[in-house]
T-cell receptor, first 118, second 108 residues
């Protein structure tokens, strides 16, 4: 079946531009996560949705970062006035609610969007 | 200090070797632990879960020591296809907390 898809796969932005990154989770997965992975580092948590509710946005690095999931399916991560330090791979993951997966809630990752800010 | 710490490597081993990776975590409230594998320019994929009782899957064995807050991964009879970055992962509330990753290079 279809996995998590993300678009675009690659994005080059000039410093100061706004960008929007899209994530299509696995059908039926109510939980959706965004992570940021800088070169040579592990992924870092950004934000988490359960259905359309954003339950945790503690990892968003600044108020330039905004995420939404208005209908509880597709999610968009928006970065305003991009800076060079925003250059990274942005990974989206989805999972079923923990109660339906025992003993753990495996997160399935999309291929990521590689953002380069010049 | 990062919540999950691991040696970045790289570990260079010949085919057939046994290699062990270690990882420590600082959040004693973490409930679940995993090893994820990430190939170059690809997304992370779950390799295996880690339990206090140990977890074996073919050539891979994972172990959790809660008292020492220490996690290990053992790979026996290394294959060329095992070359990848291995990410030690803990859990916060719903989210995954990743280590930096340990790079493994298996050579002929």
């Amino acid at each position: 079946g279809a996995g998590v898809s993300q678009s675009p796969r690659y994005k080059v932005a000039k410093r100061g531009q706004d960008v929007a990154l899209r994530c299509d989770p696995i059908s039926g997965h109510v939980s959706l996560f965004w992570y940021q992975q800088a070169l040579g580092q592990g992924p870092e948590f950004l934000t988490y949705f359960q259905n359309e509710a954003q339950l945790d946005k503690s990892g968003l690095p600044s108020d330039r970062f905004f995420a939404e999931r208005p209908e509880g399916s597709v999610s968009t991560l928006k970065i305003q006035r991009t800076q060079q330090e925003d250059s990274a791979v942005y990974l989206c993951a989805s999972s079923l609610p923990r109660v339906r997966q025992k003993p753990y809630n495996e997160q399935f990752f999309g291929p990521g969007t590689r953002l380069t800010v010049l | 200090r990062k919540e999950v710490e691991q040696d970045p490597g790289p570990f260079n081993v010949p085919e057939g070797a046994t290699v062990a990776f270690n990882c420590t975590y600082s959040n004693s409230a973490s409930q679940s632990f995993f090893w994820y594998r990430q190939d170059c320019r690809k997304e992370p994929k779950l390799l295996m879960s880690v339990y206090s009782s140990g977890n074996e899957d073919g050539r891979f064995t994972a172990q959790l020591n809660r008292a020492s807050q220490y996690i290990s991964l053992l790979i026996r009879d290394s294959k060329l296809s095992d070359s990848a970055t291995y990410l030690c992962v803990g859990t916060g509330f719903q989210k995954l907390v990743f280590g930096t990753g340990t790079r493994l290079l298996v050579s002929p």
